[in-house]
């Protein structure tokens, strides 16, 4: 699953020569995202200018506790990943998949064509890139290809980071996901302390590296950008083994550890919404009154809902208990079965996010034990 | 079309008429409304046909008086279909805080002749006394739940009213939340969705407006806000507001005493 390595040499560039890459890449027509602080976080949003970038913040991030510290000097990206992830922008919350009309003699069905916005990224983690990897086998491997999705994909251009720390909530290195981009992003970036090393990661990069890059990166700064990454990934304390986390969690589908956690999940599926690869949509219909006008919306939906296993006979999976065991065997164990890829790839995401902080890594170790 | 227009009636409660004018707020609709089902009893609007059967009863308001108490059986007997709509008829409503007091005592406060009220010692949900097919959360109804009712209901089909928590809708807004970055007490992991996540777009709390989701499990997040220094108080009362007599929060005192007793057996306080 690991994406092919980079191509091209490493260029070094002055910071501010950020602002020449986010200018050029808005000539070209892309709306520019990135990490922005907003409501007490580092949200994924709009910007057009160097200054909008969250310079010297980092984010603690624990169970269930997310809060930022500034300091007046410090990088653009010393942060790790907030609570946006990139799955919002190609597999949006709520989207109407078929309009169906009332004409003379009888219904007319519309299917919407997808929306093809350009969209530059900057900032995407390691973490993050191997999510969308994973997300583009759900929506595009196989037989059915999801439109909307490939269309919203083939629009990004991705500029990735280097991560030059870790939080504690963070354990990418177990999963080989990160800290380091090995791959997937247009433009590979890794700040040192004045300037940026780059790379192309695509043949469309070529152009903006050449644009903002002034000269090829010495030997000792390729070696300072090589460290950075090592230091966030000596600095992760929570682990999972991906080798034995399926047999772990499939042997032991009635540990008694599963009705501990039902006790303290709040099946709210907060976990679920921020996770980059959660899949999981459902289809309304929305009709008007006169029964003219149907739209069929998808919307992002959870297997901690009892509506996501609603059935004839009821849910399938009614209790807390089944519906946690349902998120994570299918996170860390079902997913390898079903796409052959993990579904995690150690973004933490859930961890901070739980509004009581329980933590996947303690379960999975919980359970390593054996059966209880 | 559908083959008949459904006959409807608003009944109205112990309330303040909030969740009536939701309906009357839906003006562009409203038309609309009118031509799909015959508004035949609606105080608040004008029509009151008391004759005959209603296929649809939508009820607004809690039981709080030995007439509400009697009123409510007739009304059950002439709805083919009973509909409660609000805080105050799925929960009770802010009146219910009676229920946790003493209202006679409440009574000689509020009124100069308290002699001429009569009074139930509790304002109770309407389910507590009939059967009730469909429940329409919210202080007040959401508007677009509202016309997703009646349109189910024109159409002959089950309206879609899912039960899952406020923070499913706030992260599919991208909301940052407001429990996890500022440390805010925020109820919305034991809320129904309904609202459109006003209040932590809003950067505050959810009040529970739409009362307690499937599973709402108090014990644990009352335990969670309890440990970060919440004060048990300050927890209790923002439960027990709109919807703090729906079966799902009325035990949250309980709940959060026995909390903190655990936490006072964990942690001893030093001998004196
Ligand atoms: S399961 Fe948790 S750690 Fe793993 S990818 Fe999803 S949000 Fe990130
Ligand atoms: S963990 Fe749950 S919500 Fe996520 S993809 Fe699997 S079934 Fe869907
Ligand atoms: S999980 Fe790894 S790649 Fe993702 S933000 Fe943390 S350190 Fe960076
Ligand atoms: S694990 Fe946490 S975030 Fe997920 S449903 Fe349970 S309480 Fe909510
Ligand atoms: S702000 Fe409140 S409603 Fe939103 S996700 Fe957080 S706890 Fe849930």
């Not at chain 1, 999705?149 to 939080?167: K, M």
Request: glycine share 8%; with cysteine.
């Amino acid at each position: 699953m690991t994406p092919a390595p980079p191509p091209g040499p490493p260029w070094w560039m002055k910071k501010p020569a950020l602002q020449t890459l986010i200018d050029r890449l808005r000539a070209d027509g892309y709306e520019v995202l990135g990490p922005r602080m907003a409501d007490g976080a580092i949200t994924l949003a709009p910007l057009t200018n160097l200054a909008h970038l969250p310079r010297g913040v980092r984010d603690d991030q624990q169970p269930g506790r997310y809060r930022l510290t500034m300091a007046d000097d410090g990088g653009y990206f010393d942060h790790v990943v907030g609570p946006h992830s990139l799955k919002p922008l190609v597999f949006p919350p709520r989207t109407t998949v078929l309009e169906v009309l009332r004409v003379r003699d009888g219904w007319e069905y519309r299917t919407p064509e997808p929306p093809q916005p350009k969209r530059a990224i900057l900032g995407v983690r390691a973490c993050d890139l191997h999510a969308l990897a994973i997300q583009d086998r759900v929506f595009l491997g196989g037989a059915y290809r999801d439109p909307e999705y490939a269309a919203r994909r083939a629009g990004l251009f991705l500029i990735a980071v280097n991560c030059s720390r870790s939080a504690p909530t963070c354990f990418c290195a177990s999963m080989n996901t990160g800290p380091a981009v090995r791959g997937g992003a247009d433009l590979i970036l890794t700040e040192l302390t004045d300037g940026f090393l780059g790379v192309a990661g695509s043949d469309r990069a070529a152009p903006y590296l050449a644009a903002v890059g002034e000269r090829p990166a010495s030997p000792e700064e390729q070696a300072e950008a090589a460290a950075i990454p090592q230091r966030a990934a000596a600095q992760q304390t929570r682990r999972i083994d991906p080798t034995t986390v399926h047999d772990t969690l499939m042997n032991n589908l009635e540990h008694r550890r599963w009705a501990d956690v039902a006790k303290r999940c709040l099946s709210c599926a907060n976990c679920t919404m921020v996770c980059p690869t959660c899949f999981c949509s459902t289809v309304n219909d929305v009709s008007d009154l006169v029964g003219t006008h149907t739209r069929r919306q998808r919307v992002w939906e959870s297997c901690f809902n009892e509506e996501h296993s609603h059935t004839a006979g009821g849910p399938v999976h009614p209790t807390t208990k089944s519906r946690y065991r349902q998120w994570l065997t299918h996170k860390l164990a079902t997913w390898i079965d079903q796409f052959g890829t993990s579904g995690c790839v150690g973004c933490g995401r859930c961890i901070t996010w739980c509004p009581v902080g329980i933590d996947i890594t303690e379960e999975v170790a919980a359970m390593e034990g054996g059966r209880v | 079309m559908p083959a008949k227009k459904p006959r409807l009636a608003v009944f109205k409660f112990a309330s303040c008429d909030g969740c009536q004018l939701s309906l009357l707020d839906c003006e562009e609709e409203l038309l609309t409304v009118a031509e799909q089902v015959e508004i035949a009893y609606f105080l608040e609007a004008g029509p009151a046909d008391t004759r005959g059967r209603y296929d649809v009863g939508l009820v607004e308001g809690s039981i709080s008086t030995p007439h509400d108490a009697e009123r409510i059986q007739a009304i059950r007997a002439q709805c083919d279909s009973l509909v409660t709509i609000g805080a105050c008829a799925t929960a009770g409503g802010i009146q219910a805080l009676r229920n946790w007091g003493d209202a006679d005592e409440f009574a000689q406060h509020v009124y100069a002749r308290p002699e001429y009220i009569r009074t139930l010692a509790t304002s109770t949900p309407i389910a507590d006394h009939v059967k009730v097919d469909f429940e329409l959360r919210g202080c007040p109804v959401n508007k677009q739940q509202l016309l997703e009712l009646i349109s189910a209901l024109v159409w002959g089909r089950t309206p879609r009213l899912p039960r899952q928590s406020v923070c499913v809708e706030c992260k599919r807004r991208q909301v940052v939340c407001v429990a996890v970055a500022r440390g805010v007490a925020c109820l919305g992991p034991v809320t129904q969705i309904g609202c459109e996540v006003i209040c932590p777009s809003y950067d505050r709390e959810c009040f529970g407006c739409f009362g307690p989701k499937e599973y709402p499990n108090l014990i644990s997040l009352g335990r969670r806000y309890q440990r970060d220094g919440h004060d048990t108080a300050h927890l209790t009362r923002l439960v027990r507001s709109f919807n703090g007599y729906a079966p799902g929060f009325r035990t949250v005192d309980k709940v959060l005493a026995k909390n903190n007793h655990a936490y006072d057996s964990q942690n001893p306080s030093p001998p004196a």
